[in-house]
């Protein structure tokens, strides 16, 4: 069987939607509370230029997704991006599939002249490695802040 990568278009997003639910079900993650909210802001993000799901398909069922956020900054003109996830299924890892979506995620960046691409994994993430191999390396210190929603 053959896997090909498309971008997501605004006609996908049935497809971006159910994958990302399948994973989360997967990894037992919290489902949003309001699905129908997060459908929406699946949608708007799927159909925006600031942001590209690209989708590892296998026999027309996604196995595979890269989701990546371009931005640009005050301090240059350029624009930056960060991969915010790459995610393959379980059945189908160590096939090639996160490779190719890196590879496709950084031809994209660089189509679109950015100026770097960066990823944020836990200290502890067995995928450092694995990106290690494309060029990322250890830059900058990631500082992040949990903020608790008020209790209902």
Do not use: Y
């Amino acid at each position: 069987m053959s896997v090909s990568v498309k971008r997501a278009g605004p006609v996908d997003h049935g497809l971006v939607s159910g994958f990302l639910l399948d994973l989360a079900r997967e990894k037992s993650w919290q489902l949003p509370a309001d699905l129908d909210r997060w459908d929406l802001i699946t949608a708007k993000l799927i159909n925006s230029d600031s942001w590209l799901f690209l989708l590892a398909l296998e026999d027309e069922k996604p196995c595979g997704m890269a989701i990546m956020e371009f931005r640009f900054t005050p301090f240059d003109v350029r624009q930056s991006a960060s991969i915010v996830a790459i995610v393959v299924s379980a059945e189908r890892r160590g096939k090639g599939i996160g490779t190719t979506l890196v590879r496709d995620a950084l031809r994209h960046a660089e189509m679109r002249g950015c100026f770097e691409v960066d990823i944020a994994i836990d200290h502890d993430d067995q995928s450092a490695n694995f990106f290690r191999r494309f060029g990322f390396c250890e830059e900058r210190l990631l500082l992040t802040r949990s903020i608790e929603a008020d209790a209902e």
